[in-house]
């Protein structure tokens, strides 16, 4: 969420930044200042005369300990007078105070200056390529014929269990997806983070401060009777761990990482850009999070996005990093950038990871804070990224390594798969 103090600064760079990402409403920030100064006159009103209400009692009481009864009886005749004033004020200012807050959540996050201006995927920016793409051989399956031929997931069966984009992993396909698990946890452990085992379901606050509330409620899985929603991702329930918390200054930054399943409704997907592994209801995902120094946070950004370069570099597969464009880029962030993997039998690029400064957005809704030098409260900023989604870095490790008679592991799984193929 925006600081309204930001908007206030300069409202017409404010607007600047919002049509990078093609926020199509400017004149809500002029809406929103206008609240906020009608809040401050409502609120300087209140504050007059609660203090004559206070002053008053507080004479009364005086009065009354030097038996002046007359006196503190005709002082009591104004109290009425002021708290039957108030209470329209109070009841103006709650009014005024929710519309603020309604609006104001509807803003999306500011984007860095070095987001690139743009509308769609087409428009991102690659900033690098690596790894060496394979040449496979003529009868070389996508993943979904792999998985069949070897018997590693039942995309069939996972349909007659719940419904289409929830897999089952059979056998090797099981054990390789508890292998991948296994080693990004390692891989992120050992670089520091620390690991947390979250709910999977989370309540209406945390989806708010996170930022998947108000806007992506029809993207998740909700829970009627008990208001709660499935995760789409771990940065929610980790990133809440420090809702409401005040750090010290030393204590950053703070490290997590985290698997969970994820659960996306993914409305209105369809075609063959989704067969198989590509676009699922549930899948797995490895995260990183850090809560770090405002000054340190875009340090911080590129030390993750390298923290995921390298760990795709170690899996041997082909990459490519891309910033996003102000159109292709989420509601809460204010730089992304995406790792995706090529495909070799689809002859398509997958998306693998994103890689978020959320800088103060996320923790302005969550009052994530520290107390710096001198002593004074501010706000901290917010990193995420995949490190990394299961499903199509699975694809690709399938179609990538296939021989024409097995699949061959890369030399970082041997020991957490138990074999070098395959077959």
Known sequence: MLQVNVLRNDPDWVKQRLAVKHFKQPKRVDRIIALDDKRKKLQLEFDNIQAQINSSSKDIGNLMKQNRKEEAEALKISIPRLKATIEPIKEDL?????????????????????VPIGRTPAENVVVKEGGITPVLHTKALAHWGLAEKYNLIDFELGTK???????????????????????????????????????????ADSAYGTGQLPDKEGQMYFVPKDKFYLIP???????????????????????????????RREA?????DVRGLNRLHQFEKVEIIQMV?????????????AHVENLIQSLELPYRILRLCGGDMGFTSAL???????????????????????????????????KDSTGKTQLVHSLNGSSLALPRILASLLENNQTENSIKIPAVLWKYFGSEEIA
Request: proline share 7%; charged share 20%; glycine share 4%.
């Open 336 to 370: 992304t950038y995406d790792f995706e993997v090529f495909s070799t039998a689809q002859n398509r690029w997958l998306e693998v990871s994103s890689v978020s400064n959320f800088e103060s957005y996320q923790t302005n809704r969550l009052k994530c804070r520290y």
């Open 233 to 263: 991702t771990a940065e929610v329930p980790v990133t809440n761990v420090y809702r409401d918390v005040i750090l010290k200054e030393d204590d950053l930054p703070v490290k997590m990482t985290a698997y969970t399943p994820c659960f």
């Open 161 to 203: 269990i719940t419904g289409s984009g929830f897999p089952v992993y059979i056998g090797k396909g099981a054990r390789l997806q508890r292998a991948l698990i296994q080693y990004f946890l390692d891989y992120n452990t050992n670089a520091g983070y620390t690991e947390y085992l979250p709910p999977f379901m989370v309540n």
């Open 268 to 272: 209105g997907s369809y075609g063959k």
């Open 94 to 114: 709650l009014k005024t105070e929710k519309e603020l807050q309604k609006l104001i959540v509807t803003l999306p996050n500011l984007p860095s200056p070095l």
């Open 293 to 305: 120094h405002p000054e340190n946070s875009y340090t911080v950004l590129d030390e993750m996005v």
